[in-house]
């Protein structure tokens, strides 16, 4: 897609703490982007979500309340809706554990890139519908966080990100 073009499809640096998590049977994703940014920073940048993701998060919560699902950070350290599980100065990790599933974020700089994957444990059929069921948003989601970052990272410092006023 013309508008992702940035984004490339990588898997995640061996390095990193999702892949001690691993399990067979367990779904891990990869992309990556050119910006030389800190994970913290990175992610900062990444996850801040358009109207659009913010109303999709909204809607789900209140579909899934009846559940009892968690749905955002309940305090301490996060970015965005996730608490911040692990931070180096190579890797920061985001997620949390549910009873229908686990999940991780990570954000992790290597050689001028920013490595995002979303790792995810299932543990009952509803992980597995919930995640089926998420899964196209979850793509277009990732992607476009990764080309907001990238456009982020290849804007002139003068230049104001869209809707910041200059200087």
């Not at 913290?40 to 996850?47: S, V």
């Not at 990100?161 to 200059?166: E, F, M, T, Y």
Request: glycine share 6%; charged share 20%; proline share 8%.
């Amino acid at each position: 897609m013309g508008l992702f073009r940035s984004v490339e499809t990588a898997p995640l640096p061996k390095e990193s703490l999702l892949w001690s998590l691993h399990a067979p049977g367990d779904f891990i994703d990869g992309y990556r982007v050119r910006a030389a940014y800190a994970p913290r920073h990175a992610a900062d940048i990444a996850l801040r979500f358009p109207a659009w993701v913010r109303l999709l998060l909204r809607l789900r919560g209140l579909l899934l309340s009846p559940f009892d699902l968690k749905s955002q950070d309940t305090g301490g350290d996060s970015i965005a809706i996730f608490p911040v599980t692990h931070e180096s100065a190579q890797e920061l990790v985001l997620g949390f554990d549910d009873h229908h599933l686990d999940f991780r974020i990570s954000f992790f700089a290597r050689d001028g890139y920013i490595h995002n994957a979303t790792w995810v444990r299932r543990h009952n059929r509803f992980g597995r519908l919930y995640l089926a069921a998420v899964m196209p948003f979850h793509i277009l989601i990732a992607k476009q966080m990764l080309a907001r970052l990238h456009r982020h990272a290849e804007r002139p410092a003068d230049r104001p990100a869209p809707g910041q006023p200059p200087g």
